[in-house]
DNA sequence: TAAATAATTGTCGAAAATACAATAATTAAT
DNA sequence: ATTAATTATTGTATTTTCGACAATTATTTA
């Protein structure tokens, strides 16, 4: 085995990936941005950027996320780390991925110094990506769609207030199968929902009731059990 | 906002923090060692070593495991990074956990060039450790135990041949919670267990069927669906 | 007013979970 | 050899959830 100097170990860079996932028109969408600078420029990518040297990962995850969409104080996840010494053409960096789940309609997100263009895309049709980004997109994907079965994140994404229907289709899209109508709501029977008077608007049928997701509420219906949200 | 050069960001380095969990005597074990340098002289702390600038990062955890234990071939999960800025005394040193299931009787755990000593302690009750390893470990175990849920994982840590009520246990310390024999092996129909004629031996009341368990039998027999450790 | 559309609720048999009881096999003591 | 002690193993009965499907309701548009 070879032995190098302790002060040779402090030549690596890291970065932090941030993927932002949102629900639009009944699909899970990720955040891409269009490089605007080698390598990969004009490479479709998740937005990212190296860490600076006195910053703690979670803090650099939280200012990607405001430079894109100006959002603080949203709930981040750590997904995994990656270091293939060859994934970067520029010198070793290893990366920390994180999600962030948004409503899309609350914000407009915007291009940074980093990035050209950015767009929404379903996660189901996600296009070549820029250094080994798409191992990485895949990887949190099937982490987001664990943690969906587990916690109840999903309410992250849907708006503030939604009907059963578009609940329900956020499942649909994220595993992929349809599900009968009655039999859902008898699985979510258990989460503590708030519903509102309040109606669906502008619909060409019956308007379907809203209701609301209160997280302090489920923490203090919860005890001790946890919840499922296996569909 | 400040700027920094390009290159005063390869100023960092990785480590590779590699927790072995096993199970003897109805306990699960984390795998310990004593440091034997400074810093955190004499202090437990979780196996782990920096890893080298052209080194993955699954290589290097298979390397440290290897060190410790002579074992190749151990599922390695990757578990979460930590990188407060400060977290170690020397540099910046981002750290990347794993962890390993392992047969403690397997092998002969060794202490290594780092280490002075090494002990397997249960989970329940961890020392104060080095560096920020208290927090490490305490997210590590709790997704451990996540993954105990939703994958066959708990069979890296059983003997190759098991009784029932040992594998009931390992759930039981797991969770902290007892849990009924008759319902525990009606939840547990569905695994696809290789029954033994041969019985335990040495114990001094009736002795239970040996039973084991064949990943391969596993993928087979599951089809699309996956399995349920929710005990 | 009727057709269309989607929301909401109900039914019923099958399957799974839960609590608890009964039986079987073995060792150790008498 | 008999019995007590201990743990393995199996069974039963009740309740709860699951899954497929049907029925009903509210609203818009033709």
Redesign the pocket.
């Known amino acids: 085995m070879y032995r190098i100097n302790f002060s040779d170990f402090f030549t690596s860079a890291f970065s932090v990936d941030c993927m932002l996932f949102g629900y639009s028109q009944g699909q899970i969408k990720a955040l891409l941005i269009k490089r605007a600078m080698e390598p990969y420029n004009n490479f479709w990518a998740i937005p990212g950027d190296l860490v600076y040297p006195d910053e703690d990962l979670d803090e650099a995850a939280n200012r990607i996320l405001k430079d894109l969409t100006g959002l603080t104080d949203v709930g981040l996840h750590q997904a995994q780390s990656f270091g293939h010494p060859k994934r970067h053409p520029q010198g070793r960096v290893v990366t920390v991925s994180y999600f962030a789940l948004v409503r899309i309609e609350d914000f407009n997100a915007k291009a940074s110094s980093w990035a050209d263009e950015i767009s929404w895309v379903p996660i189901h049709d996600i296009p070549v990506l820029a250094f080994d980004h798409n191992l990485i997109m895949a990887t949190t994907i099937e982490l987001l769609k664990q943690k969906l079965h587990v916690e109840p994140i999903c309410f992250d994404m849907l708006p503030d207030r939604f009907?059963?229907?578009?609940f329900q289709q956020l499942y649909e899209y994220a595993y992929n199968q349809s599900l009968?109508?009655?039999?859902f709501?008898?699985?979510i029977k258990?989460i503590p929902l708030l519903a509102h008077d309040e109606?669906?608007q502008m619909?060409?049928?019956?308007?379907?009731?809203l209701f609301s997701f209160s997280h302090t509420e489920y923490i203090n219906k919860q005890g001790l059990k946890d919840y499922?949200f296996?569909m």
């Open positions: 009907t059963l229907s578009e009968d109508k009655a039999n709501r008898k699985k258990h109606k669906q619909v060409k049928h019956r308007p379907a009731k499922q296996k």
